[in-house]
């Protein structure tokens, strides 16, 4: 949703500084803080395109979501019982 992508945006920005200014002063720990904090926020934004994409789904074709969780849930069902 909004909020995830808000925040993933958020976390990418921050990320960038800490693995530029650990470039900066030859911190790798710094460094590799930041890089993991811009995959992070990457992986913010997808979740919430991916939330946004299933929301505008099933208020659109709420039979086809329906059935697609009818599916699933059988599946991890039988899955679980064995």
């Known amino acids: 949703m909004?909020?995830?992508q808000i925040s993933g945006g958020l976390n990418q920005g921050v990320g960038r500084v800490k693995e530029a200014a650990g470039a900066l002063f030859?911190?790798?720990r710094t460094e590799a803080q930041g890089r993991a904090q811009q995959l992070r926020?990457?992986?913010q934004s997808v979740y919430g395109d991916?939330?946004?994409q299933i929301t505008s789904m099933t208020s659109e074709?709420?039979?086809i979501a329906l059935?697609?969780?009818l599916g699933l849930g059988l599946i991890i069902g039988l899955i679980l019982a064995r």
């Open 2 to 4: 909004e909020e995830q």
């Open 50 to 52: 991916a939330l946004d």
């Open 67 to 69: 059935g697609a969780a």
């Open 61 to 63: 074709k709420p039979a």
């Open 41 to 43: 926020g990457q992986a």
């Open 26 to 28: 030859g911190d790798l």
